[in-house]
């Protein structure tokens, strides 16, 4: 026991001399946050809507002052013609565009019904679908104040809403995301680079010549990188409610305690690459490229997880982030407590146990 | 017998269908200095592992300090030192945490580190560098104070595995000196070695060949063999033979 404690504590002399290390530790999640909580939003404000009105009439003039009373747009009305629109278009200069035909209002007063024209940049899909849902509300809503006209006492207001996130906080998908991600890259590259930085060093020799048994070894290797994760959660969950206003709905304790699991998970799969590989090099690729690209990809976090095909489903489902995600966003955005997540829970711990004992079986196996 | 604190009998190692060590046997008596001398891939690494329990032999009996090396390997490495010929400390730990670390590694207590951690740095003339990073020492120095860790738990046994790889003739000299003072100590030394001139130094040397032992003796003994004028004579007539070249 004695003997662990002192190993542990040459970790930690590791860890806290190694200053790069340690700042890219906390200095990713405060990057990562400010960057997703403030410059990468996927709500649309203040867009610039090209508006070429042909019809000039009364409906239009109405129509373009609702538009501007919305906080979503800024009307540019200088385009005279639809040619001056497609070269903006072109030039990236114009994202969407509103065009009112000739007799847009004669035609509504007769026939009560007229064409108006939305174009969107598809280029970019997010932003083109939620332009047209402004817009369309935008219509729908005059549509029906005109035609209301006083006489009829009922007027449909078609309601958006969106559950957990009624402010339209974007944060908050994007947390539990960001927690994923950074204790996935955290844990697994840190803990492999250690391991195999002792190989690298001819230390590991040195070791396992040693009483020492080899699977303190890695205990003691990993019990810092639980402790500094740890904290590194507790920084996440702190920016969180401080800096991006996310209220956390659920018991903080389970979220640690889910946590503590994700971590543990993360540090046998760093375990599991130290074994396969003799570089520090190849060890901090395998686990940016390895981790990184499928906790991105697959978290459901930036990529809606639904409308994938099955087989990227199904490779989904075997990315513990998937899963510490789900729970993470059911605990604390939803407040939902353990009797809602234990079967994900259950899956994590499955994973762990596969990883821990596949890295454990291989580093005997090193031995003799 | 006491006074054998190595015997090897018959030692093989197989890696499928390659003999890495075929057939060895020799013993070392308490207190001396035993060169093992070989070429790249003459198996001398592979022996090494296996009387410090790094690998299980494929048949052959050896006892290192009296313990088996088939069932007692955790006695074993309770028993020996090993300085390997890669630099073997942290270099971001200071020179006292390093001691502080492999003496606990070994379980000796806290009060008898310190203790025996003074002296070392004294005897080694590291009071101003006690508290400095290992990093900022210079080759020789680091090389000495591994030495002195790999004996910092009183090891029956220390094994060197080419300690003096990179390290200048001075230091080479001096750190000689050490293992000199070592096994005057009644520790036994295992060394391996690439410089035939240290070859001299040692109480009696085996030559390894193609995993086979060629030749054992004391220097001087080997060279009237071999009517050879060095070591490096002796050596070159026996490897010569060798069918085997590099790891």
Known sequence: MKQLLVFIRKEFYHVFRDKRTLLIMFGLPVVQIVLFGFALTSEVKNITLTVIDQARDVNSAQIINKIKSSSYFIVDESALNYDEVTIAFKKGSAKCALIFPNGFGNDLQHTGEAPVQIITDGSDPNMAKTVVNYLTAILTAYQQETSAGGQLPYRIIPEQRMLYNEEGN???????????????????????????????????????????????????????????????????????????????????????????????????????????????????????????????????????????????????????????FLIIKAVMLKGLGFSYIWKEMAVLLGMTLVALSIALKNFKIRLS | MNDKVIICEELTKRFGDFIAVNHISFDVRKGEI???????????????????????????????????????????????????????????????????????????????????????????????????????????????????????????????????????????????DMIYEAAATGITVFVTTHYMDEAEYCNRITVMVDGKVEALDTPGNLKARYQAASMDEVFYQLARGAKRSAD
């Open chain 2, 34 to 176: 035993f060169g093992f001398l070989g070429a790249n891939g003459a198996g001398k690494t592979t022996a090494m592992r296996i009387l410090c329990g790094l690998s299980f032999p494929t048949s052959g009996k050896a006892t290192v300090a009296g313990f088996d090396v088939y069932k007692q390997q955790e006695s074993i490495k309770k028993n020996i030192g090993y300085m390997s010929q890669k630099f073997s400390l942290y270099e971001n730990l200071t020179v006292v945490e390093n001691i502080e670390f492999f003496g606990g590694v070994y379980g000796l207590s806290s009060a008898e580190i310190r203790r025996r951690s003074d002296r070392l740095v004294n005897k080694l003339g590291l009071t101003q560098e006690a508290r400095k990073l290992v990093r900022s020492l210079p080759l020789g120095w680091k090389q000495k104070l591994a030495f002195s860790v790999a004996i910092f738990h009183d090891p029956q046994i220390v094994f060197l595995d080419e300690p003096t790889g990179g390290v200048d003739p001075i230091t080479r000299r001096q750190f000689w």
């Open chain 1, 170 to 324: 974007g944060s908050l998908n994007f947390i539990p995301g960001v927690m994923a991600l950074v204790l996935m890259l955290v844990c697994t590259a840190l803990t492999s680079v250690a391991v195999v930085r002792e190989k690298e060093l001819g230390t590991m020799e040195i070791l396992l010549v040693s009483p020492f048994k080899p699977l303190l070894v890695l205990l003691a290797k990993a019990v810092p990188y639980l402790a500094l994760s740890l904290a590194n959660f507790t920084l996440i969950l702190v920016m969180a409610v401080f800096v991006l206003d996310v209220e956390i709905k659920g018991s903080i304790l389970l979220l640690f305690l889910v946590s503590t699991l994700f971590i543990i998970a993360c540090l046998s799969i760093g375990l599991m690459i130290s074994n396969v590989t003799n570089s520090q090099q190849t060890a901090l690729l395998l686990s940016m490229m390895g981790m990184m690209i499928p906790t991105l990809i697959f978290t459901g976090f930036m990529f809606p997880l639904e409308n994938m095909p099955w087989i990227f489903r199904m490779i989904a489902n075997a990315v513990p982030s998937r899963w510490y």
